[in-house]
């Protein structure tokens, strides 16, 4: 409620809130939908003189005079000193996401852990900010021995183990290590300079995008669509959460004062023999292998959304919505075709997107 003084309503000011790794899937999303909420927004990219990777947040509705660009390079040390000076919030999202890097450790790594350092040790010198938000990932959970999990469900008692790792070098190991490394790095940091951090752990982030390339996490998440035989391995079983619900998780857990530690954010688990049984309902002349014979053996296990459930938060896409959107979005772009149609025909699904429809509280793994 706006506060008063005498008769005279005074408007709040909206917070001021940083959003680093502004330019990329997460990040571009966040920007909007805050904006969209009333904030005001400061955000950082690598560059803000590119028009490739500034165009898109420039052209965002609610930009004008509540939107700022700011340079933030995760190495450069005290480089988001001014970004996070003054703001009220700050959502931590640059990370390097690649799976291949010609050096794990100088690339992904380093970067990750270093830049966590950085923009803490920045937040430690602001006085204003009242809750760091930062975003992890179920990669920071979910690789470990199965067989030590209890029933197979994930929850934010799990940790990935890093020596585990770094011993067997799964596909996508730099990225697993780095993620969990920056986030344990996180906590140790907001204890010794007494700050607010929450931690919100997507799993595989599907639905639409605002950049004109496919991210990352989309590529995973479309091979079956796009016939990427190579990404099927990652999606043998894994779970999923549409882009709407994990940037609402973000600004539900600045916003909700009870949230502290660990968060897994994600709605649906599937295997990779679901996901293609959806597909089918769903684009009746998709073309699919007949078996998934070729990903290896499938171990059933889950990543648990109750904590945040609990909190109050409600997811609201389920996988057929995450499908839909992100192939209509993908085909809006100009990047893809619907699955089975020619580049002229439409989208006809003949399965109405159950929205609303959250799954029974089993919630699956990977990313
Ligand atoms: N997408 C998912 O499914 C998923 C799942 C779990 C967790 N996450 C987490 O969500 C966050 C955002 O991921 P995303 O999917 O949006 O990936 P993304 O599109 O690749 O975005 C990553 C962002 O980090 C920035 N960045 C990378 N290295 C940097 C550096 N050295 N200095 C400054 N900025 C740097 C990138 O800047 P440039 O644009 O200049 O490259 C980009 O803006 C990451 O922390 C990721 O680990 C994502």
Same mark, same amino acid.
């Given at each position: 409620?706006?506060?008063?003084?005498?008769?005279?309503?005074?408007?709040?000011?909206?917070?001021?809130?940083?959003?680093?790794?502004?330019?990329?899937?997460?990040?571009?999303?966040?920007?909007?939908?805050?904006?969209?909420?009333? %904030?005001?927004?400061?955000?950082?990219?690598?560059?803000?003189?590119?028009?490739?990777?500034?165009?898109?947040?420039?052209?965002?509705?609610?930009?004008?005079?509540?939107?700022?660009?700011?340079?933030?390079?995760?190495?450069?040390?005290?480089?988001? $000193?001014?970004?996070?000076?003054?703001? $009220?919030?700050?959502?931590?999202?640059?990370?390097?996401?690649?799976?291949?890097?010609?050096?794990?450790?100088?690339?992904?790594?380093?970067?990750?852990?270093?830049?966590?350092?950085?923009?803490?040790?920045?937040?430690?010198?602001?006085?204003?900010?009242?809750?760091?938000?930062?975003?992890? #990932?179920?990669?920071?959970?979910?690789?470990?021995?199965?067989?030590?999990?209890?029933?197979?469900?994930?929850?934010?008692?799990?940790?990935?183990?890093?020596?585990? &790792?770094?011993? $067997?070098?799964?596909?996508?190991?730099?990225?697993?290590?780095?993620?969990?490394?920056?986030?344990?790095?996180?906590?140790?940091?907001?204890?010794?300079?007494?700050?607010?951090?929450?931690?919100?752990?997507?799993?595989?982030?599907?639905?639409?995008?605002?950049?004109?390339?496919?991210?990352?996490?989309?590529? $995973?998440?479309?091979?079956?669509?796009?016939?990427?035989?190579?990404?099927?391995?990652?999606?043998?079983?894994?779970?999923?959460?549409?882009?709407?619900?994990?940037?609402?998780?973000?600004?539900?857990?600045?916003?909700?004062?009870?949230?502290?530690?660990?968060?897994?954010?994600? &709605?649906?688990?599937?295997?990779?023999?679901?996901?293609?049984?959806?597909?089918?309902?769903?684009?009746?002349?998709?073309?699919?292998?007949?078996?998934?014979? %070729?990903?290896?053996?499938?171990?059933?296990?889950?990543?648990?959304? #109750?904590?945040?459930?609990?909190?109050?938060?409600?997811?609201?896409?389920?996988?057929?919505?995450?499908?839909?959107?992100?192939?209509?979005?993908?085909?809006?772009?100009?990047?893809?075709?619907?699955?089975?149609?020619?580049?002229?025909?439409?989208?006809?699904?003949?399965?109405?997107?159950?929205?609303?429809?959250?799954?029974?509280?089993?919630?699956?793994?990977?990313?």
């Amino acid at each position: 409620m706006a506060p008063s003084i005498g008769s005279e309503v005074v408007a709040s000011i909206p917070d001021l809130v940083c959003v680093t790794g502004a330019s990329g899937h997460l990040g571009t999303w966040l920007v909007k939908r805050l904006l969209e909420k009333g %904030y005001r927004v400061r955000a950082t990219v690598r560059d803000p003189d590119d028009p490739k990777k500034t165009t898109v947040l420039k052209n965002l509705p609610e930009a004008e005079g509540r939107l700022q660009l700011v340079k933030g390079q995760l190495l450069e040390e005290g480089g988001f $000193d001014d970004a996070v000076y003054g703001v $009220d919030g700050v959502f931590h999202c640059a990370c390097p996401t690649e799976f291949s890097f010609e050096d794990p450790y100088r690339d992904c790594i380093e970067p990750a852990v270093r830049g966590t350092v950085n923009i803490l040790k920045a937040c430690s010198k602001a006085p204003t900010i009242k809750r760091i938000v930062f975003t992890s #990932s179920a990669a920071a959970v979910r690789f470990t021995q199965l067989e030590d999990i209890p029933e197979q469900r994930f929850d934010e008692n799990c940790w990935t183990d890093v020596d585990m &790792c770094l011993r $067997d070098k799964p596909h996508g190991w730099p990225y697993f290590v780095s993620k969990t490394l920056s986030e344990l790095k996180a906590f140790e940091l907001a204890k010794e300079y007494k700050l607010d951090l929450v931690t919100i752990l997507p799993t595989l982030v599907t639905g639409p995008f605002l950049l004109n390339k496919i991210p990352n996490s989309m590529a $995973d998440a479309l091979s079956l669509v796009t016939g990427d035989v190579f990404h099927h391995n990652f999606i043998r079983r894994i779970s999923y959460v549409h882009i709407d619900d994990i940037i609402d998780a973000h600004i539900f857990l600045y916003e909700t004062p009870a949230a502290e530690g660990r968060y897994i954010g994600s &709605c649906v688990d599937a295997s990779i023999t679901e996901a293609a049984e959806l597909l089918k309902k769903l684009f009746p002349k998709i073309q699919l292998p007949s078996n998934f014979d %070729y990903v290896g053996e499938i171990v059933p296990h889950y990543m648990d959304n #109750s904590k945040l459930r609990k909190l109050g938060f409600e997811f609201k896409h389920d996988l057929a919505d995450m499908y839909l959107s992100g192939v209509k979005c993908c085909v809006e772009k100009g990047l893809m075709t619907y699955p089975g149609e020619s580049q002229d025909q439409s989208l006809t699904p003949n399965v109405a997107s159950q929205n609303g429809a959250e799954s029974d509280g089993l919630v699956g793994n990977h990313l």
